[in-house]
């Protein structure tokens, strides 16, 4: 249950990329037939990906993942006004993931203004937030649409909107959303005032080392990397042939995924109200009937309701734990729950050790012992932080994985808490009251 650091291949995705290797091997920039059938598949899987976020295939740049995408977006728009010596200003906010975090500092270190928003203590970056910290010479506004930790969700169409009407252009870091949300950035679409986003092949049963940044048309966006003059100037390279297939393949199965979601047939004015609709949960979780999701996921409502059985089913029996960001919309599957009076990183060996895998803060801060960036942002304290496990789960999550999870986690933190003396003096308290 690690699937926002990561996920499996599907077999349809490997099938469709598998040719690439060996049979079908060119070079899509070659004029000869093998070239053309590479570019060719290029072309399919570039369409279907814009299919997926409802854009033109010319707005759709090819990169390596995620982090290559941020880094573009960022340093794309904003290494023109270094170089011409133009005021610059970002506003991104203390909860992105570092991919944006680190950039905006680089960028910081050239001269660039930068303003980290704070959140509240659930974790919203709120608009009003965003409008007192905008300057006449905001160019850039980066707020992701999912949190990777939490997965709460932004709300990002009214956030993009505030910075059109300043004339900023707005990214957003996508990378735990694609797949999972439905995302328009058609000119009528939820999406429209976003002008760049960042989607990762990896979190999205695609190869990792695939990546796409959208790029609406009317964007001028330099490139980081000089060569060729591939993806339209905007990232020189050959192209990852087989990688970009696999992203396709993989877009068109999330779009068949997302639209057997009986929620969205219901008309979809904004993100945040279909997440509740798709059971985004808010406040007490309820443990949902089991028999629609043995195989699987077949939809985000399923999906959501497997999550909110776990969360409900560790917190029916678990004392003294909570769901951080749990009254705002969330991504269907990730919780983030904190278990007072442990050490997450204990609990995430004791887990793995009985085949479980979650996470403590984001994977990418696993083996450092400082607190999740994103939670210690929330106000929480740095015992609670330390104390609090990510849940992620795929579409291929079974209601037996789920049983098992349940049955794994309560024991392990009952057995790591009678280790801890904080523990034993408040399980007195609790017993006497
Ligand atoms: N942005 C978010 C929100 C992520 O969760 C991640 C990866 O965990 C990234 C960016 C980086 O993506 P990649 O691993 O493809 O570089």
């Known amino acids: 249950m690690d699937a926002n650091a990561t996920t499996p291949l599907l077999p349809e995705v490997f099938d469709a990329m598998r040719p690439f290797w060996i049979e079908h091997f060119g070079n899509a920039s070659s004029i000869h037939r093998q070239g053309q059938h590479a570019r060719a598949a ?4 570039r369409e279907s990906v814009a299919s997926l976020l409802h854009c033109r295939p010319s707005e759709i740049v090819f990169t390596s993942g995620g982090t290559e995408s941020d880094n573009l977006a960022l340093f794309g728009v904003l290494q023109p006004f270094i170089a011409s010596g133009e005021p610059a200003h970002l506003i991104t906010a203390s909860t992105e993931h570092h991919a944006v975090l680190h950039a905006a500092e680089a960028l910081r270190d050239r ?6 928003l ?3 203590p659930q974790g919203l970056i709120e608009p009003e937030m965003l409008r007192a910290a905008l300057r006449p010479h905001t160019r850039l506004v980066s707020i992701m649409l999912a949190n990777n930790e939490t997965g709460v969700i932004q709300p990002v169409a009214e956030l993009a909107a505030i910075a059109y009407e300043h004339g900023a252009l707005f990214h957003t870091d996508a990378v735990q959303a694609a797949g999972k949300l439905p995302l328009d950035l058609s000119r009528s679409g939820e999406l429209k005032n976003v002008d760049l986003l960042s989607i990762s092949g990896h979190k999205m049963h695609a ?3 695939t990546g796409v940044l959208f790029c609406r048309r009317s964007v001028r966006l330099a490139p980081m990397f000089f060569g060729g003059s591939h993806e339209r100037q905007r990232r020189p390279g050959t192209e990852n042939v ?3 297939v696999a992203l396709g393949r993989a877009a068109e199965l999330a779009q068949s995924w997302l639209l057997a979601d009986p929620a969205k047939e219901v008309s979809t004015p904004a993100i945040v109200p279909l997440l509740h609709a798709m059971g985004g949960s808010a406040g007490a979780p309820s443990v949902a009937p089991l028999s629609h999701a043995m195989g699987g996921s077949a939809d985000a409502s399923q999906l959501a309701a497997l999550r909110d059985r776990l969360e409900a089913g560790i917190l029916n029996v678990v004392e003294e734990a909570g769901v951080n960001g749990a009254s705002l919309p969330r991504v ?4 983030n729950i904190y278990f007072d009076h442990l050490e997450a990183e204990a609990l995430v060996i004791a887990l793995d050790l009985k085949g479980l895998s979650v996470s403590g803060g984001s994977a990418c801060q696993s083996g450092a012992t400082e607190p999740s960036h994103v939670l210690t942002a929330m106000g929480l304290s740095p015992a609670r932080s330390r104390a609090s496990v990510r849940f992620s789960l795929s579409r ?6 789920v049983d098992r999870a349940l049955e794994i986690v309560p024991a392990a933190v009952a057995r790591l808490r009678t280790l801890s003396p904080a523990w034993r003096n408040t399980a007195e308290v609790l017993a006497s009251g």
């Open 396 to 401: 291929l999550t079974t209601a037996e994985d």
């Open 207 to 209: 190869p990792q080392g």
């Open 118 to 120: 704070g959140c509240t």
């Open 111 to 116: 001269g660039v203004e930068v303003t980290f």
């Open 42 to 45: 290029v072309d399919h899987a």
């Open 242 to 244: 087989p990688g970009i």
């Open 332 to 335: 269907s599957n990730t919780t």
